[in-house]
């Protein structure tokens, strides 16, 4: 476990900023695995997660779903035969909050005993 993984989200709101370049920079090194991808002008964070078929990757993305219900704070969920791609923003902000580094530190947390991982 990390500290993000501990931490809990706060609400966020339009007026919210987003993470600073420094920020960001200290951030990504706690995910290293997560890439930055810009997307109708603002930063997401995304990862690909590989299963052994739909029944594991559909579980995933339910449990991905359960600990954002809880935090209220929702991803982007692509779900594929084998494949799962997790997508963190904050929408209300359009870009990165200190919330989606939070929530996909809890993403890699989660995938660390989900069944059928490629």
């Known amino acids: 476990m990390t500290a993000l993984t501990q931490a809990h989200c706060e609400a966020c709101r339009a007026d919210a900023p987003k993470v600073s370049d420094e920020e960001l920079a200290v951030l990504i ?7 930055i991808e810009v997307r109708d002008g603002h930063m997401e964070l995304e990862k690909v997660f590989l299963f052994k ?9 339910n449990a991905v779903g359960e600990i954002a219900e809880a935090e209220g ?3 982007g ?3 594929e035969w084998g494949k799962v791609t997790v997508t963190w923003w904050s929408h ?13 530190a809890r993403t890699d947390e989660v995938a ?7």
């Open 29 to 35: 090194k706690q995910i290293p695995d997560w890439n």
């Open 53 to 61: 078929n739909f029944k594991h990757a559909l579980a995933f993305t």
């Open 73 to 75: 704070h929702h991803p």
């Open 77 to 79: 969920l692509l779900t």
């Open 92 to 104: 209300s902000i359009k870009g990165l909050h200190r919330n989606d580094f939070i929530m996909a």
């Open 112 to 118: 660390k005993t989900a069944e059928g991982r490629k």
